[in-house]
């Protein structure tokens, strides 16, 4: 059985099961032009994703495989790999509309298998006793805590054989045309970002089981360090969800650590979300109401314009870094739907263009749950009160002072006081764009009606 092995989610060789089949095997990793050809040329996760698969390549070669590396559409990869007589193709699920749309566009070519390591369970894992999709959280937690700890044993790399192949250069495939370019991220048309700066993610994971206690309490406050920050290693597979999960409950006797579990779990629901309702990646689940379409307010928001201090320091961490706060995501995607009345839609093309750590299936559901219009999604009447979330998590506004340094002199109760900030009398920063108060019941007057 010759076969070919596709790194795509899952970019390490430790617990990645499309490793543990065995035989004679070709790893590769494309990079797909319908997506890069929609991206900066600076765009950080591409940095990232060229570093994780350089380590990548070198810890194939340790255990004697190697990466052949592909530039181009991945239908046209597979038509040209095919001539050298493969079987079948591994690789993890991915269940985003393109990615569903890509592989089965490839499994009319060669057969097609997929082997679970993206997220803890399959997307039909969790049912329902009557087979259909668990529509609320909490049900779908309590079945899937239940079985978590059977899903958990790690796989094992197999033996294998390495099929020959061009592995010292960034094979380019574009329609019968085949040709060899350096690896290099200019090879690529992309260039190096330091928001994709790559870091360890075991160390990180160590570092933060010294402190996962302190998770659950604090992991809301702007200012503290009580976060994983593994997002976009799991997003990106360079450490499997699996072992993080090990690795946690092994201290649950010590520790409490079920806070955590409980949104690891909540990642894959959302996943398993949008694999049974694909139309959430672009409409409402529940209401009618779709934003009203303000050029002026989405550009004040995208350019951290809006007076509001805690937002715009939100939005130029996001901006700057390629990372927001949790936290921060939720009360600034309830501002742009529930204060601005923006399209839920255009503030997840915003983050999509703009996270390091972006995943589909987590952005969208997300922005719909802060919308109330997705799957137990919050009460449409429920508005974040942005001043409020200011004080109680940013109280001596040292988040607000360290993305806006032009407001480190006004005293911090002012940063979250809107008649304060409405009066305009900080030089070079705006006034509020809205009332908190008059948004928040135009707000629930126009989902009530919607």
């Not at 937002?311 to 939720?330: C, E, F, K, P, Y």
Request: hydrophobic share 40%.
């Amino acid at each position: 059985m010759r076969r070919i092995l596709w790194f795509r989610r899952d970019l390490r060789i430790e617990d990645n099961p499309i490793l543990s089949l065995g035989g004679e095997v070709l790893p590769i990793f494309i990079f797909d032009t319908h997506i890069l050809e929609k991206l900066s040329h600076a765009d950080a996760r591409v940095s990232f994703i060229f570093e994780a698969a350089q380590r990548l390549k070198k810890s194939l070669q340790a255990i004697g495989l190697d990466l052949a590396i592909f530039y181009g559409r991945p239908v046209e990869v597979f038509a040209y790999l095919l001539k050298m007589g493969f079987d079948e193709v591994v690789a993890s699920g991915d269940y985003d509309a393109y990615a569903k749309e890509r592989d089965l566009e490839i499994s009319r070519l060669i057969e097609f298998r997929y082997k679970y390591s993206t997220y803890l369970f399959k997307p039909n894992e969790i049912l329902k006793d009557d087979g259909s999709p668990y529509v609320v959280y909490k049900p779908y937690y309590t079945k899937a805590r239940k079985v978590l700890e059977s899903q958990l044993a790690p796989s094992l790399v197999a033996e294998h054989n390495l099929v020959a192949c061009e592995f010292d250069s960034i094979i380019r495939v574009d329609g019968k045309s085949v040709s060899h370019a350096d690896i290099s991220l200019e090879s690529i048309g992309f260039v190096q970002s330091d928001k994709g700066r790559f870091s360890d993610p075991h160390e990180m994971l160590e570092s933060f089981i010294e402190k996962i206690e302190g998770y659950h309490e604090g992991r809301d406050y702007l200012n503290q360090d009580a976060t994983s920050r593994l997002s976009v290693h799991i997003r990106f597979g360079t450490i499997g969800v699996r072992e993080i999960v090990r690795r946690v409950l092994a201290l649950k006797q010590q520790k409490d650590v079920e806070p955590y579990i409980r949104e690891l779990i909540f990642r894959d629901y959302y996943a398993y979300l949008l694999f049974h309702f694909p139309r959430l990646a672009c409409e409402n689940f529940k209401g009618h109401f779709n934003g009203v379409a303000n050029e002026e307010y989405f550009q004040a928001f995208c350019t951290a314009q809006t007076g509001f201090p805690i937002i715009d320091a939100a939005v130029t961490q996001l901006l700057s870094t390629g990372t927001m706060h949790n936290r921060a995501r939720m009360f600034c995607a309830s501002f742009f739907t529930k204060h601005l009345l923006l399209p839920w839609q255009w503030g997840e093309r915003f983050f999509a263009a703009h996270l390091l750590d972006y995943d589909a299936a987590s952005n969208i559901l997300s922005w719909q749950w802060s919308a109330s219009t997705g799957v137990d999604a919050q009460p449409y009447f429920r508005v974040f009160n942005p001043y409020t979330q200011g004080e109680k998590f940013d109280k001596e506004a040292l988040y607000i002072k360290k993305y806006l340094p032009k407001l480190k002199d006004i005293e911090a109760k002012r940063l979250h006081n809107e008649e304060y900030l409405r009066q305009g009398l900080i030089a070079d920063y705006p006034k509020p764009i809205v009332s908190h108060k008059e948004a928040r019941l135009e707000a629930i007057e126009a989902f009530k009606i919607g």
